[in-house]
């Protein structure tokens, strides 16, 4: 094996570590010839919309941006004035890893964090909080509640706990966000209608991640509530997301919400971690932590075999929430023996 | 010519509006494969910074952000405080389209436009306003200068003219930003030292356009006070500009930095308005509005003119500025053959 | 004469300048005996909304503050989005000397300036602003209009001037602001309803002043538009101008508004400037510039003139516009003796 | 008794209700008489400078401002940039009851609320906070710590625990700020040095709080990092936060600090507080909560006592933090009486 191939072979730090699916890489490689109109008024960009509306079974509308955390920015500060609050998970990215962004965009909006098992919100927390001085100058207004499906820890909200959530958020007026970084993996766990999973149960905002999921550098908010399209548009110009030359972010949309390659590599990446998971149950040294219903996996593994690992090469996250616990991300691009041979690595070093 | 190439070969609207160079399609298809360290800690952006460094004669650092818009807002916001005021050219970009982009990433700073001929700032002026209530709690604080090279208009400043302002710039204090969307122009155009034009003229910032010159979706900011960049580091991750798979948008750069491509590039774009200026010279019924030093010529046509050029599928902005006036603008890709076609149907509907 | 009493009748500087009326006095002390809600729940408060509702001829709404610019700046930020423009004139206060309070409070509206004799909008450039680039997302979205009313240099819209420019801004969609930091004046000057000067002319919303002419620390917004109370209100709290003992601003008010000192007070600083202008018109080397319709007055004094006032103690802006330039500024405390006394003086110096 | 008296009598529910002192009343009716600087350059306010450096054995700056909201906002943004976070008590007013006046000022920084006893933060956490994440830009960076004191449950920082804070605070280099809303009540209640509690411990920004000890309108911000005060005044002038007439404010904190009132004042309302708990310590069917070392008494009631206290009208929050238990607060104008009132109130229902 080159080098380069190993490296490959023994990253499980990120799906963001990974590169693109050759599907993509050719879109991107006929977007390149000839003119086309800027801005997002290009053909791409329009198929993409049609693509997605299909695909949620409804109009929508579409905003392409550069990163997640401006999906997520963005579509929080369309849908919370700022002095308004977010009601998310204590452990979601947007509260911890996107360096205030949301507060950035918002004009200052609070962040809300609530608990909840597997880093999933609490219907019972949230009930509470929905309400929580609702309509008293002194505190800040509950607004909109950000779930992340998947979750960061690879969890993944049932259709019937999403419908919960989505009720509480609905009935007293709040706005519904959806992190979807990993959302393609939670339909691919789940088997359910992409619309079953967001508008049916009242999400206004999807960021509908692509970038983990096998494109380079395009996500996309979609929009189910289109009354906000405008308001997004301006705001996307305004914080620099409008790109000039958009059709090259388009045609990696494209290209993954053709002929289902959004869902085959999210399900390639899920089974990836099962495998790893089945493999990691069998080893007694290693407990699992919650459950990979996704494509991330969390563990405690003795010392030794945390180095033992790093010193082969792997590349993971370790030590970063407990001593000891380490995490694994699979992608479209891992492949079974990669997995298997991580699999028989930490079985060298536990014994 | 098949219905594409016929539309290339009209397209005068907008350097925004060409696709990509080759080299840069074939660097992003290497960056495809196998895994990269995420968030620009990758060897493909070392790299760049490496280049920018030996271009610039001197260590540098860089930001690597998805549109010019953001790199322009992003810099000014490391060089003011919201109480501050950027003074800047009345035509310029940042002052007319950007939807206020500026006054969102730096808190509401404000812009101060100032005149000048050929969308250059009038040194008088500049020198009047750097010291505008400098002060006073009442008004805001002089803090930044922002010019455009080459300019909006397709002018460019000499090097004279840059030390001049960057002195001026830089006697009472005050920060110095330009706007270099389309940056290799000028160097092209004027010949001149890429170090000269900017940080020994006193510029603390420089956004290095890209995208109009071939990349498809990357601009970098220069960083040439490199305590600015701890500040930029955050800013840009808060404004979602930190992209997970950096390597995408930097293979575009490192390509365009490869054996002079920018240079070569813009030196074409050039030559093309050249071209087109002189032809047009020898059209008494068009008027030459400014020379065409870069690559963007504005002229007045009759009115005739400017419809059959529409009635022709031609792709160009008019009637935007004033009545009869049009601008053209030519790239990397606009070919000699299609300025010499469109000097043809001037003619053809000019008599 | 004692010093104070000396320094009282040669300050020309400002009408901020002034103490405050024994009746505002009167009702401070009153307010000072015993407990109170506080935030604005209180009896007084209240009183001050009845009889605001009262001078309008209409339900108003009430956010009492503690400065013009805070009443400025929070009124804009509820009429305008941060991608939005306000419309003002180029030498308004909100334009020129709050340090970018509007845009600190709108999260970066931008300010367009706009042209006009007498400091007074010019009905043919707002037409043309209203609807510049609106809907372009390139672009600051046209989002409201602010006149000042009486003016910055002492002039007033006659109320056909306020209609016309009302429906200019109305017709469009926009809102409309009136900056009222001197609107007792403009009342007095017209002697017209202050229903028909506002709300029966679009106006949205009015920053009443109060401080100029006779209070100490409270000025308010009038709201026309309730729809807009609950977010003025969360607004208001977060800029921390919620103050917890609201009834000693409230107090100042309701004062205010008893009896009609509010009036008599703007009368008495009209006539005042009336005074003066009478006088400074039989001055053959002293020019007056524009028309003193309220308690303000431009004029240009011989060198010798402005020194020797200077010399004296008097105190008023000088040199600030351009050479030779004054202003001076009555207030409902400037005494006939004092502006007898001051015409004396000029004339003196003058030959 | 009159109404009013009864009133005054049972009103326990904050210092904010409370009038303002005689002497401070005086000092407003003096300073009504003629003209006088405005924007803060007046004597008064410059007196005010002046008796705030002796308190503090120190040259400090002061800002005037209208609200103890404007105090802390202005001070935190002046402490941490946008991308930075505040370390602050869960239960702190900053946290829980400005509506996000922090996130406003300070352009989106977070808030990061941290644990401990008594509302006073554990020296532990803070610990770790302050080093979090530092330097990666996936996440703010600490870089204030806000403390009150005396704190709102009615607990007072010993002058160890201040130190001990202060020095985590300060090896890192991170900011102190000083929420003194009832700063008076802990010099009070500490029979210490101001500087010491202040200064000399690392604190950089105090509000200095004086409306709910006895002003009507005026908080002040005591800078004793002066490199801070440019920055500061522009903030402040930005924030609609100066006043033009700013002798009003200055001349209620000038009598504050005279004589010792603001101690006199807050020593009384703490031995009102004292002889509350000393009364109900002595009624077995009611709990105390936490020690009352200042003017905030928490504890729980018999249900029968709560609502017999409300229908003779006491005026008190209740059933806010948890079922059954009671805030009472006193203030410079509690009586003795009103005290002992209450007490036999309470005796009566309790049994």
């Given at each position: 094996m080159s080098n380069s191939t190993t490296a490959a072979a023994r990253t499980f730090s990120s799906d963001n570590a990974a590169g693109a699916s050759p599907e993509i890489?050719?879109?991107?490689?006929?977007?390149?010839?000839?003119p086309a109109s800027p801005y997002g008024s290009d053909d791409i960009?329009?198929?993409?919309?049609?693509?997605?509306?299909e695909i949620f079974e409804r109009d929508v509308d579409l905003?392409?941006?550069?990163?997640?955390?401006?999906?997520?920015?963005?579509?929080?500060?369309?849908?919370?004035?700022?002095?308004?609050?977010?009601l998310c998970h204590r452990d979601s990215h947007i509260n911890n890893d996107e360096c205030g962004?949301?507060?950035?965009?918002?004009?200052?909006?609070?962040?809300?964090?609530?608990?909840?098992?597997?880093?999933?919100?609490?219907?019972?927390?949230?009930?509470?909080?929905?309400?929580?001085k609702a309509g008293d100058v002194h505190s800040v207004e509950p607004s909109v509640v950000s779930v992340t499906q998947s979750t960061e820890t690879g969890s993944v909200y049932s259709l019937d706990e999403l419908r919960t959530l989505g009720s509480i958020v609905k009935e007293p007026g709040l706005r519904f966000h959806m992190d979807g970084a990993r959302f393609a993996g939670a339909v691919a766990a789940l088997g359910a209608h992409p619309a079953d999973l967001t508008w049916r149960a009242g999400v206004d905002l999807l960021s509908f991640g692509a970038t983990k999921n096998g494109t380079m550098t395009a996500e996309a908010i979609v929009v189910f509530d289109r009354s906000l399209t405008p308001e997004l548009s301006f705001r996307a110009k305004r914080a620099g997301q409008l790109a000039s030359k958009?059709?090259?972010?388009?045609?990696?949309?494209?290209?993954?919400?053709?002929?289902?390659?959004?869902?085959?590599?999210?399900?390639?990446a899920n089974?990836?971690?099962?495998?790893?998971?089945?493999?990691?149950?069998?080893?007694?040294?290693?407990?699992?932590?919650?459950?990979?219903?996704?494509n991330i996996l969390?563990?405690?593994?003795?010392?030794?075999?945390?180095?033992?690992?790093?010193?082969?090469?792997?590349?993971f996250y370790h030590d970063r929430w407990e001593p000891g616990v380490v995490r694994f991300v699979t992608s479209f691009a891992t492949t079974p023996q990669s997995v298997d041979d991580l699999l028989d690595t930490i079985r060298r070093y536990a014994v």
């Open positions: 890489v050719d879109a991107v490689v006929r977007a390149a010839a000839g960009t329009a198929g993409v919309r049609g693509k997605l509306s905003l392409i941006v550069s990163t997640g955390s401006a999906a997520n920015a963005l579509s929080l500060a369309a849908l919370t004035p700022p002095w308004g609050s977010v962004a949301p507060e950035f965009y918002t004009a200052g909006a609070k962040l809300v964090p609530l608990g909840g098992d597997d880093a999933k919100i609490d219907a019972g927390e949230l009930r509470a909080a929905v309400r929580n958009m059709r090259f972010h388009a045609a990696q949309l494209d290209a993954y919400l053709t002929d289902g390659l959004w869902l085959r590599n999210a399900t390639h089974a990836m971690a099962a495998r790893l998971q089945d493999g990691v149950k069998a080893i007694p040294e290693v407990d699992l932590l919650g459950a990979a219903e996704a969390f563990c405690r593994l003795p010392r030794q075999v945390t180095e033992g690992l790093l010193a082969e090469g792997y590349a």
